[in-house]
T-cell receptor, first 114, second 114 residues
Framework: KAGVTQTPRYLIKTRGQQVTLSCSPI?????VSWYQQTPGQGLQFLFE???????NKGNFPGRFSGRQFSNSRSEMNVSTLELGDSALYLC?????????????FGQGTRLTVV | SQQGEEDPQALSIQEGENATMNCSYK?????LQWYRQNSGRGLVHLIL?????REKHSGRLRVTLDTSKKSSSLLITASRAADTASYFC??????????????FGKGTKLSVIP
């Protein structure tokens, strides 16, 4: 079956702009999580959606938001981009997001803010 | 904050040798997972070990877990050039809403020299 698909793969944006990233989970998976990966901070949890509801949110400013659609596809939005938002953004899907559920990751979206 | 801390940060070995990576964590866990990431791409789930398990095997991978020391190790036997990647341990954190975000360590960068 198809894996987790993230689009676009690469983005270059200017400070102050906003950006929307998309994630299509594996068919049948209802939980979608987003992570930010930077060389300095490593992998950090952004938020998790399950059945169109945000169940969990990491310690990120309100500029970072997301949503999930009825088909489980998810988008994350970053407004008023800052240079420090340059990172690899990873989406992970799982069936339930439960404690011993294997997470399947997409290839990521590499965002560069200039 | 990081839950897991991998050691060493970087490891370089010859093809055919074994590679051992260690992970320490801070709080009690339900399970611990290991992921592999190839050069800035998505993460691939390798193995999950539950807190009541001491050792688990999957192909050339062997994972141990010592909950008394809050540590885990990943052994890759007979390494291949294709094993060159970064390896992360991750533990699920309970948000109290049925959602368990993964908290990752900083990772071990493994280089296998042909």
């Amino acid at each position: 079956k198809a894996g987790v698909t993230q689009t676009p793969r690469y983005l270059i944006k200017t400070r102050g702009q906003q950006v929307t990233l998309s994630c299509s989970p594996i068919s049948g998976h209802r939980s979608v999580s987003w992570y930010q990966q930077t060389p300095g901070q490593g992998l950090q949890f952004l938020f998790e959606y399950f059945s169109e509801t945000q169940r969990n949110k990491g310690n990120f400013p309100g500029r970072f938001s997301g949503r999930q659609f009825s088909n489980s596809r998810s988008e994350m939005n970053v407004s008023t981009l800052e240079l420090g938002d340059s990172a690899l953004y990873l989406c992970a899907s799982s069936f339930t997001g439960g404690i011993d559920t294997e997470a399947f990751f997409g290839q990521g979206t590499r965002l560069t803010v200039v | 904050s990081q839950q897991g801390e991998e050691d060493p940060q970087a490891l370089s070995i010859q093809e055919g040798e074994n590679a051992t990576m260690n992970c320490s964590y801070k709080t009690s866990i339900n399970n611990l997972q290991w992921y592999r990431q190839n050069s800035g791409r998505g993460l691939v789930h390798l193995i999950l070990i539950r807190s009541n398990e001491r050792e688990k095997h999957s192909g050339r991978l062997r994972v141990t877990l010592d909950t008394s020391k809050k540590s885990s190790s990943l052994l890759i036997t007979a390494s291949r050039a294709a094993d060159t990647a970064s390896y992360f341990c991750a533990t699920p954190g309970d948000s109290g809403a049925g959602s368990y975000q993964l908290t990752f360590g900083k990772g071990t960068k493994l280089s296998v020299i042909p």
